[in-house]
Every structure is written in structure tokens, then in C-alpha cells.
């Protein structure tokens, strides 16, 4: 049903040029493609999200955190979807930059050789040789983060995404509306930048000014997005009373998501290296 609902939504977007197609490749979405990555069972995938994350939040070691980054790295490449991975992870490096001086100059813990203090007020910034190698165990973090969770997005159909959650026994209203929530969002993102353009053939700028300057310019945007959205609404109410949604509490799915041999041989590797990475360093 997630397919076919998609496909109403989408409305024929194949028909667009080449300039739709490069602005909806700015958004992060899935990327096709038939890799090693592609071929893992979204259940797999999201697995190593949930233990990337959860090693990264209990070491804050540099060394560690970097060796449990560059796994991260490797699959991006493998995926053939590196270059797109590095433009996404490039736009959250003013974040990097901001944890990285904050860690830097205001660490939780002040130990080490001090290279530089001051006293400014109430601040009391002071850079220490091992603050440096925290904040930046700190900046891998966040790559950590970000990098497994763009990765699992970039290969993993929502259609996947919500059939994995149903293997886990989640009900199938919640997983429904959970796909169809982060589907939405990317064609919601494109509404808005399409607005955004529109209004600016008509000379109509936003970024010049302040917003409280321009609240007056952005009810041009709020109205067509206003309907842009009930329109949509209506769209995904008819597609759902047309696949007779709600008529069994069970609805059978047409692919079953089945583990595979990659699976098989992915899972304890990745497993293997975590412990090896807990445990001898």
C-alpha cells in the first residue's frame, strides 16, 4: 500500500527535467543502487544504526571513536554512494566545528597540560592537551551519528523500512504512519523549495531582512503550502480507502523481507569487531 500511496503522491515525477532531479538529489533520500549495503535486510541495517550509536555514547576515547568511525567510511564507499554520502556530511560542519570548540575550550573535565587560560567574566575558557584529543573524540561522535544514520537512509526504501519494523511485531497503524511521516517529509521539503522559487520569479525575496521584517512575505509561503498539504491529505485518503486500508488487521505483505546470506555473514562481523573494539581498547 506504501508503494502505491507513494506513487499518488509523487505524481509523476519521472516527467521532470533534469533541474527537479538535481534539486531533489540535495535532500537526503534513498539512493538506488545494487551494492552490498543495498542487499542487507533493513533489519541488519538498522541494527548496526542502534549499535554504532550506542558504542559511540560509551567511549570517549579518540583512538576508539575513530576506529568505529572508519567502518562507517568503508561502506560508503562500497556502496558506490560516497561522493553523495560526503555532500550531506559536509553540511553539518558548522555543528562539527561548534561541538569541537565548545568540547575545546569548556571540557567537562579539566586535566592535562594547559596550553591556554583566560578569565572573561563568567567563562573561564582553558585548553589542555588532552582537551584537544576529547573534543575531538566528541567530533567523531557526531560524524558517527550522522554518517551510519545517512548511510541506512541513503540505502533503505521506506517501503523496507516499514516492513522491518513489522517483523518486529510493531502494529501495523504505527509503522504505517511511520513510513508515510518520513516518506512525506522529502516530497513536503520539495514543495516548499518549489514555492520558494516561484515567489522569487514574482521578485519576491526572502533572504534579505530580518524574519520579523518578513513575516508579511512568508504568508506567500504559508498559504500555497497550506494547500499544497490538504491536497495531499486528500490524495493519501483516497489511495487508502482505494487499497481498502484498515480492512484486516493483519494485511499481508507482497515481498517478505527475508535474511540473506550477506545478512548472515554481516552480522557477526560487525558484532565480532564491537566487542573487539569494547575490550582491548
Avoid at 561502506?75 to 566545528?97: D, E, T
Avoid at 592537551?129 to 560524524?143: D, V
Avoid at 520558494?196 to 506567500?220: H, I, P, T, W
Wanted: glycine share 6%; aromatic share 14%; proline share 4%.
Amino acid at each position: 500500500m506504501l508503494k502505491f500511496i507513494f506513487d499518488k503522491l509523487s505524481g509523476k515525477r519521472k516527467r521532470e527535467n533534469g533541474g527537479g532531479q538535481k534539486r531533489r538529489r540535495e535532500l537526503v533520500t534513498y539512493v538506488d543502487g545494487n551494492s552490498i549495503l543495498h542487499q542487507l535486510d533493513p533489519r541488519t541495517k538498522f541494527f548496526m544504526v542502534i549499535l554504532f550509536s550506542c558504542v559511540s555514547l560509551f567511549t570517549e576515547e579518540l583512538v576508539p571513536m575513530a576506529i568505529l568511525f572508519s567502518p562507517i567510511v568503508a561502506l560508503a564507499a562500497v556502496s558506490g554512494m560516497f561522493k553523495y554520502w560526503l555532500h550531506v556530511m559536509r553540511r553539518i560542519v558548522p555543528f562539527l566545528v561548534m561541538i569541537v570548540a565548545v568540547n575545546m575550550f569548556f571540557p567537562r573535565v579539566s586535566y592535562g597540560h594547559v596550553l591556554f587560560s583566560a578569565d572573561l567574566w563568567i567563562l573561564h575558557p582553558e585548553i589542555t592537551f588532552e582537551g584537544i584529543f576529547h573534543s575531538a573524540a566528541m567530533g567523531f561522535r557526531l560524524l558517527t551519528f550522522v554518517g551510519i544514520s545517512m548511510l541506512f537512509i541513503m540505502s533503505t526504501k521506506y517501503e523496507d523500512f516499514v516492513k522491518g519494523l513489522r517483523k518486529f511485531r510493531i502494529p501495523y497503524v504505527v509503522c504505517f504512519s511511520l513510513g508515510l511521516a518520513l516518506r512525506s517529509t522529502t516530497y513536503l521539503s520539495s514543495d516548499v523549495r518549489n514555492i520558494m522559487d516561484a515567489q522569487r520569479s514574482r521578485c519576491l525575496e526572502f533572504d534579505r531582512g530580518s524574519v520579523l521584517k518578513n513575516y508579511g512575505k512568508f504568508l506567500s509561503l504559508f498559504i500555497p503550502m497550506t494547500v499544497s498539504l490538504l491536497r495531499r491529505s486528500q490524495t493519501v485518503s483516497e489511495a487508502m480507502q482505494c487499497r481498502g486500508f484498515g480492512y484486516t488487521k493483519r494485511p499481508t505483505m507482497y515481498n517478505e523481507l527475508k535474511f540473506g546470506h550477506c545478512d548472515y555473514i554481516f552480522v557477526p562481523i560487525v558484532i565480532v569487531f564491537v566487542i573487539t573494539l569494547i575490550f582491548f581498547l
